[in-house]
């Protein structure tokens, strides 16, 4: 069965950085393309990041572009998000979904990152 | 860049049809595939259609996508409502350098 355990939330205070990390299995890691999406509490779905198979293309939502960096071990089944200068509307659950723009079919069940002072 | 446009939300009786739209603004919905992803109450989004009217292993066949070229915009139509149904529904495409999803139809069956 394909799973996909995200980790890394928590408590962050304004301007400070996380590490998201997800890992994958189930599934041959290093074919796929992986996503990032967010969720803010009450909110709906939003895209932050995507990256290609074997990481050499990566893609940023607007709002996070400069801040987060999406990367992937592909030796270890693992998907990560460096996010930089959190901001208090970063606050959200964060999915790592297999699949890229058109063919997304497992979401991990999210780690929840609060920014907050 | 473009976005998804979906109703807010809609509601229909169990054992009837409802159709939610999805409208792309900013270019042709034709050129890229859509996706639906349906969210319960406190999970995880699962899909339900991909490449515009393909359902994954384990949907039953009463959802259902299409696109409309005419209108730019995709529909999820779900038929037989059953209770379970009741959930929040997401449209989603892409273009060469990002993915949007749609704001989010929340669907009530009564």
């Known amino acids: 069965d394909v799973q996909l355990l995200e980790s890394g939330g928590g408590l962050v205070q304004p301007g400070g950085s996380l590490r998201l990390s997800c890992a994958a299995s189930?599934?041959?890691?290093?074919?796929?393309?992986m996503t990032w999406v967010r969720q803010a509490p009450g909110k709906g779905l939003e895209w932050v990041s995507a990256?290609?198979?074997?990481?050499?293309?990566?893609y940023y939502a607007d709002s996070v572009k400069g801040r987060f960096a999406i990367s992937r071990e592909n030796s270890k089944n693992t998907l990560y998000l460096q996010m930089s200068s959190l901001k208090v509307e970063d606050t959200a659950v964060y999915y790592c979904?297999?699949?890229?723009?058109?063919?997304?079919?497992?979401w991990g069940q999210g780690t929840l990152v609060t920014v907050s002072s | 860049n473009f976005m998804l446009t979906q109703p807010h939300s809609v509601s229909e009786s169990p054992g009837k049809t409802v159709t939610i739209s999805c409208t792309r603004s900013?270019?042709?919905?034709?050129?890229?595939?859509v996706q639906w992803f349906q969210q319960r109450p406190g999970s995880s989004p699962t899909t339900v259609i991909y490449?515009?009217?393909?359902?994954p292993s384990g949907v039953p066949d009463r959802f259902s996508g299409s696109i409309d070229s005419s209108s730019n915009s995709a529909s999820l139509t779900i038929s037989g409502l059953r209770t379970e149904d009741e959930a929040d529904y997401y449209c989603?495409?892409?273009?060469?350098?990002?993915?949007?999803f749609g704001g989010g139809t929340k669907l009530t069956v009564l």
């Open positions: 979904v297999k699949g890229g723009g058109y063919e997304k079919d497992y």
């Open positions: 189930g599934f041959t890691f290093s074919s796929h393309p």
């Open positions: 990256i290609c198979p074997n990481g050499d293309c990566s």
């Open positions: 900013g270019d042709s919905l034709a050129s890229n595939y």
């Open positions: 490449e515009d009217n393909q359902r």
């Open positions: 989603q495409s892409y273009d060469s350098s990002s993915q949007v």
